[in-house]
Structures are given as C-alpha cells and as structure tokens.
DNA sequence: GCTCAAGGCCAA
DNA sequence: TTGGCCTTGAGC
C-alpha cells in the first residue's frame, strides 16, 4: 500500500525477482529517523546542558504537550543539520524516481527535541525556489494554483513544510508524563513493566474492525511456543533470563491496516504505573477461542501454542481468521497465502500479546513482520534479525522502494526478499520506528526514542486504565484548541471563516509568511492531489488542466508526477476527506522549519492542537480506521519527498506549464 | 558485570 | 543486498 504507485506496464518486469523486481529505489528521507548527534553524551547521563532528559531523545510521533513543548524548546540543540542541499533528482532508475542525497544522513532528516524554533535553513531544493523572496510567495509557475493556495494558507488551511519537519517526526518530546510513558521505551523496562499501549478497547475482541473480522484467533490469546525453525543468537541472548519477566501487552488490535507506527502499541507501552489493569485483556481476549493457531505453509509450520490464558494449549488447525486486511490478496500460491496469513497471525500475536506473555515467549514468537524468529526488540517491535538488518538498512541508507504489484505483496520469510517496498512497509505498519535508527550511527548505549502518543479516548479502556490516557473530557487530554471543526468550519470546512483566520489569528504576519515560504511546494503539491483524488491515473494540476504520467514523462516530469500520482493514491485509499486534509495541511504548514519564526512556540501549539483535533476526527468519524490517523501523518514525508523532487519541474516554469496545459 | 538494543562486519 | 554474528556502551 505505501509504497504502491501507480505504473505504467513498462514498469513492471522481473516481478518475481528477488531483490530487483520492486524496486525502484531512491533515497528518501526518513523523516523520522533519529538524527542524535555526535556529541557526546554528558557522563551525567541524561543531564545535557542542564537538562535532565532521556538519554535518547525520542521524536514525537504524535501528540506534544505544552509541558513537552516547554521542555523541547529548552533543549539545546545542535544545529549542524537541516539541509537537504544533497537532494536532487538524479533521474529515473528503471522508470522510477531516484532521490539521491547525501550519503550521510541529511538534517532534515534530524530530529531535533524542540520543534520549529530550532530549525534550520530549508532544504536547499526547497529554498531555491522558495526562499529569499523576502516575504513574498516564491514564484509560481501555475498561476492558476497561487491564488489558490495563498487563499487556502491565509484562510488557515494550513500547508506543509519542509521534509525534516514532519508533524509525525520532527518533534522529540520528553514525555513529563513518567507515569504514563516512561522514558525509555526499552524493552528492558517493558520487561519489568506493562506494555500497555493498548486498552481493552482495542482489544481484538473489540476491535474497531469489527468482531465480525477476524483474528479472533489470531493468537490474541496467545501464546508462543519455542518451537521454532530457526534460532538465532540473538534471541538466545535473551534466553532464559527473562522468563521471570512478564509484558502485559495490552491486547490492541493489531491487523496490519490498524497498525501504524503512530500507533504502534509499543509506541505507547510503558504506562505501568500508570495503569492499574490496561493489561488486562478485554473481555473476550485469550479467551479459548483464540487459542493457537497453526499455520502452514512453505514448509514452515509455526505454532503458537498458548502459553498464557486459558486454552491456550491447544493448536487448532484450519483456524483461519477472516484477515479482512490481508494484503495477499495478489499472492496465488497457498503457501504463499498460508505464510502471509501466518505472518499476519505472527503479527498479531507477537504484537498484541496478552497479559502475562514473558519475554522469553515473545521472543520465541515469530517476527510481525515476516514471521522469521524473533530475535529481540528492535527499532520499537519485537522482530526478526533479517528484519531488523533490512530496516535499518533501507533507513540508514535512506531507500525508497516502491513496489511495482501494489503493495499487495506477501511478506513471508520466503518471500521477504522480493519485495523490499512491501516488506518496509510492513515493518513500518508493524510499528518500527525510524526514530530508532541513529544518524549519527553510535553504537551501544540504550534507546530511549519514545512517542508520547496519547491515545485518543475511544482507545482508552473503560476500566479507566489510565487517567492520563482518559477521554478527552480530562483534563490532561482535552482538546482545548479550536478543533478543526471549528477552525476550519464544522461543515464546509473550507469555507468558514473560523478556518480562514486560523493562521492570521495565531500567527504574525511575519510567521505566517514565513511558513508559507516554507511551504508554498508542499501546498501546492498536496493540492493537486487532493483534487486529483478523483481522476485516477491524472493530476489535476490546475483547474480543468489534468497531466497523466505519460504526458508528464514527456515532459520530463515524470519523476514527479509519478510520485504526485503515488501521493494521491494514498489519499483515494485513505480516503482522506476535507476536513482531513485541512487538518493535514495545518499540520504540515505549522510543522514549518521556517528559522525566523517569532513565535515558534505558538506555531508548535496550534500544530498540536491540530495534530489532536485531526485524531480526534478520525477517531470519531471512522471508527472502523483507527490507524487512519498515523497513516495520514505517515503520507506527510511522502508528500515532502514528492516536493523535493517538484522543485525541480517546478523550478522550470516553461516545461510545468507545458505539462499544466496538457488538459485531459 | 550483566543486559540488550543499536551499529558494524562480512560471507553468501 | 541479505542476514547471521559481532561489537559497543548506557542503564541497571
Ligand atoms: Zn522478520
Ligand atoms: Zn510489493
């Protein structure tokens, strides 16, 4: 899904090759990959400057409180980073794009603990075009699109920014709230601590997905057994010593299209004293009927025998839940189905245990992501050696694939290899974290990357697990700010006036400048494919003016609109509605690294309040989605890496505008 | 000193 | 490029 693109057939070859056939590779920029640098660590441990602060700071993924905020801004940050001068189109790589940039990580990959009042010069490609215009709106090649997006941006509708601020990423916040996340995301604490992302409300058994949908017994309930094909030193180094620990993984519901790293259980986990009985699986879960399941396929017949809850012992055959978010539906080889509905199931037990599931039982578990064995927690997920290696090298060496079968791919341990693109995402989906991975690649020590995500109410257990997670009638969590609704009009959220002074009532007319300046491309970008969303195959660059990516190729601007077209499709899937897509843009647009911001801190404010107002929405509105919030921030980077290859076309004001008439 | 997660190495 | 194994190093 995430990487899927719309192709042409002369892209699609080789597809069942090996490492060749999806990839189209070109960097990317992991907006989220955790960019410590190099200095030194104080021996004081965590005091840096004053500040006493997790070891390693984590980027946010998702929520910030104004005490987060206060304290991010305090953060003394190094400011070496930020620029994404090394991007640049290098051409098309087998009909796909390839964003080449800097070996090294680039800063904008870099996360910094305060959000925008630390950043940095825009990325190059970005201020090329963009900047110094000295508070004027960078130059437009479409006419027809400034007005457009100059009404939306002032009228409040936000915009985006720049890649290394991405609303998910960007910010790294030291979560005050000990008690509900701890500091450190290790497992180490989780082993003596509950992992308690979840609440019974997510739980499978009242999973949004319905309980109609299956994965009843995917195992929820389950447990794991030893007995697995392969073994690996890793996880042997945690053999045994652990058994004592016990990780009362909540039972979040866990199919694929639920997960996303914003959302990832193990993002929120650590709230043991925070609380009393999230454990506890919701009613239902680990019930017998969700004992283990055998799977098979490929040779590779894992059982998850129960090792916790009742009925567990037993291995039923033939179990196959009805994984309505399969994403096999391509694969036509059983054992190719039968090992994806295993990984799915492996995805679902290992990542949604019980309470009571030891360390050890999860590390005989089969990895979420391919079903390998698990061989200890990894970027944020108990996962796979292979998987771990892979994620950390697609990271670190910031590839990008794309995956020519429409993200449909199985990724199993036999299949893994061949769609790198599939296999990324899943890894991302299953809840790694690309804040994990160290740009400054120092070795050792402990990670304390975190994601202050605050679950939304509806997540939270009933049982009022956790105060901190409540509803949003607490106070802690209560939604203060204009929600979108109001900020960008209940109904015709486009409309409202309330949305056009959102942006000119918070900000300076300084900032608001400068944050269009930032991101006047991601804007433009985003609303092309917004409006694209209903005409498949085309974006609609302007008014009645439509390019496919035939067109555009002749044009040379294919890379582009491949990835635009890319963009929109996630969108169509998403089914990202206005509102939604209002919200996207405030976010992004608040997310701005203008450096000359005066009032950074109001523009970290109003992008959490966006950032809640936007979950909020689509917790309410599509219940049967709770992932759909992380994944529209999880399309943000994309639309950013869509601009930075946009720069160019849209740098060349003749061709674009060739390419803008060339009307369907 | 042990744990374990992150990065590095290197044969396949 | 993959993935198994090794090294590193902060926290305990
Ligand atoms: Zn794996
Ligand atoms: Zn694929």
Redesign the pocket.
Known sequence: MMGSLTMTPIERDNEDEG?GSDGE?SKIDFTGVNLRTKK??GTG??SRDGFEEP?RPMSWEGELSDTEMSIATTIKQDLEETSMEGVQVCGVNNNHLRLDEDKPMPSPLRFTDSGVDHVQAKPSTHQVSSSNNGGVLPPMSSASELPLLVDKLLGGTGSYNTPSHSPVLQHRHHHPLKHAVPP?P????A?HSAYSYGSPAQSPVTSRHGSSHGLPSSGFSSPYTPSLS?N???AS??GG??HS?CYSYSSVSVSPTQFSPTHSPIQSRHMHAGFPSPVVPPRGTGSPLHAGVVYGGMGVHRNLSGLTGPGEEGVQEGMTPDLSDDREGGSSILDDKMSSLAADLVQHSALAAPPGIS?QQLINSPCPICG?KI??????IFS????K??F???V??R?NYVCLRGSLCSVTIST??KC?ACRFEKCLKMGMKLE???ED???????T?QCSYTLPASLVAPSGSDKMFAPSGDPQVKLEAPDLGAMAGSSSHLNSRHHEKLVPQLLQIDDQISLLINAWCELLLFSCCFRSMSTPGEIRVSLGKSITLAQARELGLGACIERMLNFTEHLRRLKVDKYEYVAMKVIVLLTSDASDLRESEKVRASQEKALEALQQYTLTHYPDIPSKFGELLLRIPELQRTCQVANVPLSMPSEYNRAKHSEK
Do not use: L, M, W
């Open positions: 490492s590779v030194k660590r441990g965590n070891e450190t290790s497992p180490d604490s082993i392969r690996n030193s890793d180094q945690y010593s652990q620990s360390r390998d061989s200890g927690f990894h970027y944020g796979c050696e292979s998987c290696g892979f950390k090298r697609t670190q060496n590839k893994r290899k790198p994990a991975i160290r690649r120092t070795r050792g020590g402990r990670s990357y």
